[in-house]
C-alpha cells in the first residue's frame, strides 16, 4: 500500500545503519549504496536518518546529496 502524502502531517523517518560505507567499496557497501540509491529520491515521501560512526567513504557522497536524507 503506497503513502499518501497529502494525508500525512510530517514526513516518516526512516534510520538505517551506513556503516558499511565508510570503508569503501566492499560487497555490503556497493549492495548497501545501491538500495539507499533506488530508496532515497527527491520524490520519497519519507525522510532517511543514515547513522555511522566513521564518515562516509568519498565513492558514495551522491547518497548524502539528496534532499530526504540526514546523516549524523
Given at each position: 500500500?503506497?503513502?499518501?502524502?497529502?494525508?500525512?502531517?510530517?514526513?516518516?523517518?526512516?534510520?538505517?545503519?551506513?556503516?558499511?560505507?565508510?570503508?569503501?567499496?566492499?560487497?555490503?557497501?556497493?549492495?548497501?549504496?545501491?538500495?539507499?540509491?533506488?530508496?532515497?529520491?527527491?520524490?520519497?515521501?519519507?525522510?532517511?536518518?543514515?547513522?555511522?560512526?566513521?564518515?562516509?567513504?568519498?565513492?558514495?557522497?551522491?547518497?548524502l546529496?539528496?534532499?530526504?536524507?540526514?546523516?549524523?
Amino acid at each position: 500500500m503506497p503513502i499518501r502524502t497529502n494525508e500525512l502531517k510530517y514526513k516518516p523517518r526512516v534510520g538505517v545503519d551506513v556503516r558499511p560505507l565508510s570503508y569503501g567499496i566492499t560487497g555490503n557497501s556497493r549492495y548497501l549504496a545501491e538500495v539507499l540509491r533506488r530508496l532515497i529520491t527527491n520524490e520519497s515521501p519519507l525522510e532517511y536518518y543514515l547513522y555511522s560512526n566513521k564518515p562516509i567513504h568519498t565513492v558514495f557522497y551522491d547518497i548524502l546529496s539528496n534532499v530526504n536524507s540526514r546523516f549524523l
